[in-house]
């Protein structure tokens, strides 16, 4: 069963960077995706970015193109999503997920297991 485990979220000011992590343990493949979404109070859940383990295939929405990076660490089993000149709009919980690697993309129904989630705040 695959389990995931986000960390890294806080509280900066507009223009600030923050760094999430989501570890990832119990899954059985060699490869798997890993995807960022967001929810805002009131609003519906978001796609921001995915990663395909073993190919290095990225996706981002529009609103992470230019100002987030997603990426594997070196320790394999996790995956960072780097987030730098924030705005207030990206005011969010933002949760991983994982889904079957030839699945990936930003559509949340590829989606089998999610985090917790970790609570982002960005001020004005």
């Known amino acids: 069963q695959v389990q995931l485990k986000e960390s890294g979220g806080g509280s900066v000011q507009a223009g600030g960077s923050l760094r999430l992590s989501c570890t990832v343990s119990?899954?059985?493949?060699?490869?798997?995706?890993i995807g960022w979404y967001r929810q805002a109070p009131g609003k519906e859940r978001e796609g921001v970015a995915a990663?395909?383990?073993?190919?290095?295939?990225?996706f981002y929405a529009d609103s992470a193109l230019g100002r987030f990076i997603i990426s594997q660490d070196a320790t394999e089993n996790t995956v960072a999503l780097q987030m730098n000149d924030l705005k207030p709009e990206d005011t969010a919980m933002y949760y991983c997920?994982?889904?079957?690697?030839?699945?990936?993309?930003?559509?949340?129904?590829?989606?089998?297991?999610w985090g917790q989630g970790t609570q982002v705040t960005v001020s004005s």
């Open positions: 990663f395909r383990t073993g190919f290095g295939d990225t």
């Open positions: 997920a994982a889904a079957e690697h030839w699945r990936c993309s930003l559509d949340p129904q590829s989606y089998e297991a």
């Open positions: 119990g899954y059985t493949d060699n490869n798997i995706c």
